[in-house]
Nanobody
Framework: QVQLVESGGGLVQPGGSLRLSCATS????????GNWYRQAPGKQRELVAS???????NYADSVKGRFTISRDNAKSTVYLQMSSLKPDDTAVYYC?????????WGQGTQVTVSS
């Protein structure tokens, strides 16, 4: 059974930092692309960052220079380091992994940026 378990969300002040983790099981993680999406209230889900099996990365323009995606194949985990957080970053963050065909999703973790 494939499982993706996200952690690390919470309430943070503007300018602060958080690190999200997504621990996977039930897949050969090293062959999968890891992705972080987010969905704010009333908005569509958007791709925030992705990291390929070869560790190539892509970022949404809105987070470039502030967020860093990484992976640890030994732990089957993908991370999202978020810095200089803004209120507009408030959303539910979802982890997903895909191999170009199959995709799996986590349950989401809330990130709230507010003073």
């Amino acid at each position: 059974q494939v499982q993706l378990v996200e952690s690390g969300g919470g309430l943070v002040q503007p300018g602060g930092s958080l690190r999200l983790s997504c621990a996977t099981s039930g897949i050969s993680f090293r062959f999968y692309t890891g992705n972080w999406y987010r969905q704010a209230p009333g908005k569509q889900r958007e791709l925030v960052a992705s990291i390929g099996s070869g560790r190539s990365t892509n970022y949404a323009d809105s987070v470039k220079g502030r967020f860093t995606i990484s992976r640890d194949n030994a732990k089957s985990t993908v991370y999202l380091q978020m810095s200089s957080l803004k209120p507009d970053d408030t959303a539910v963050y979802y982890c997903s992994v895909d191999d170009g065909g199959r995709a799996y999703w986590g349950q989401g973790t809330q990130v709230t940026v507010s003073s």
